[in-house]
């Protein structure tokens, strides 16, 4: 699925949309240079689940946050994670991949192979200084039924 959003009051809505979509266990891996608005994907979905956007920080250099709320949404930043997929099983792996949260990874290919199957995928980049191409995809079940929620998201709206 691809799309184009004009601010970031529109990522922040698509990323509520993507919320909806999403449940306990899920996996998203977001992708895209700096400032391609992957904390601003993360504040919508965090939205959906009553945690205030303006709450939603990028943790940068904590690595990790947790978002209480219906259900609790753990958000990565393995942007300083150095060593790739090795350092990061230093993090509490139970934590973040747990099933009865929503975790959202941001710079995920530095955290490669330890995502589960399944995992949603989110590419965001810049088409201009206020607009954000994203990509949307994945493999396997909950993928698939993440996918065809937006899609239908999408033409309902």
Sequence with gaps: MKLTTSSAEDTQAFGERLGRALQPGDVV????????GKTTLVQGIARRYATHPEQV????FVLMREYPGAVPVVHVDAYRLEGG???AWGLDIDLIFSPRKITLIEWADRVGELLPPGTIFVELSHVSKEKRAITVSGEGARAAAVLEALKTAAALA
């Design 29 to 36: 891996a977001l992708r895209g240079p700096l400032g391609a």
């Design 85 to 87: 997929p090795e350092a």
């Design 57 to 60: 920080k990028s943790p940068t």
